[in-house]
């Protein structure tokens, strides 16, 4: 059963037209991880801010003012069961995007939750001539897997994994410009798609044991980052604009060990979004 988000959490876009338009999507954002937030605490479910977001959390107590995205991160078992709750439970101004929900959906981040009342299309999609994704602004879900300690274990799982993953996104969809590998049009034919996701799932429950000391983004991402397990959890909370929201327990540590000098800024010619090659935050 759905709560009700419009008086919990309600849509202020309208009111927000005064500020530009950055700041009008991190608003719409904000109210997104409010939602997920929401739902992960209801439901019992680990999950915690990642990459920019977390960065901007520590750094500019809330969004980096260029951001234009939110990154969120959960184990797979977490995910798995929030995916199923989000199909029933976010709003019915919010899209759960996934490669099942929308076959033209071949992002890094294994889900998006889309805000059905604006329009964002990312810079790599102007490529693509398919008109049928999902666009609207978003907050990223990744997911982290358990991964083997041996360096050459783990890049052969990734190696496995990036492969499968990419027969199966070619079998969702195989006209998309961005899987027109050749090899792949031609392997794809070769397996029903239950038995690649059959493969897929089979390589994740091998490498994903729980009694692993090392994460890092899941087998089913081209994403290689890796921490040390004992650095996440207990989760602690970090502030983010006008709220707390789960954090890794070492910020310090995920920080220098994802991008070095963090608290340093970049040079002025970097400070810019660096998804949107569109933004129209209310496209009503």
């Not at 927000?16 to 992960?40: E, F, S, T, W, Y």
């Not at 300690?149 to 492969?163: A, H, N």
Request: one cysteine or more.
């Amino acid at each position: 059963m759905k709560d009700d988000y419009g008086v919990t959490f309600p849509d202020n876009r309208k009111q927000d037209k005064d500020k530009d338009l950055i700041r009008q999507a991190q608003l719409i954002m904000l109210r997104m991880l409010k939602v997920v937030n929401h739902l992960c605490n209801k439901h019992d479910i680990n999950y915690w801010l990642d990459g920019g977001t977390l960065l901007g959390a520590v750094r500019h107590k809330g969004f980096i003012p260029w951001d234009d995205d939110i990154d969120l991160a959960m184990m797979r078992d977490d995910y798995n069961r929030f995916i199923e709750i989000a199909k029933d439970e976010l709003p019915d101004d919010m899209f759960l995007q996934t490669r099942s929900s929308d076959g033209y959906y071949n992002i890094t981040a294994q889900a998006k939750i889309r805000d059905t009342k604006s329009l964002f299309i990312e810079k790599f999609e102007l490529k693509n001539k398919n008109k049928n994704v999902h666009s609207g602004i978003f907050v990223d879900i990744f997911i982290y897997d358990h991964l083997p300690e041996e360096k050459t274990k783990r890049k052969l799982f990734k190696y496995l994994g990036k492969k499968l993953c990419k027969l199966q996104r070619t079998k969702l969809a195989p006209e998309r410009k961005y899987t027109s590998d050749l090899q792949y049009k031609i392997l794809h034919n070769l397996f029903t798609l239950k038995i690649l996701n059959h493969w897929i799932d089979a390589l994740i429950k091998k490498t994903n044991r729980t009694n692993r000391k090392i994460i890092g983004f899941g087998l089913d991402s081209s994403l290689k980052r890796i921490y040390l397990k004992e650095s996440f959890f207990p989760l602690s909370e970090v502030e983010f604009e006008d709220s707390t929201f789960p954090s890794p327990k070492d910020q310090d540590y995920y920080l220098k060990t994802t991008y070095g000098d963090y608290m340093k800024l970049p040079p002025l010619d970097q400070q810019q979004p660096k998804h949107a090659s569109t933004l129209i935050p209310d496209n009503t």
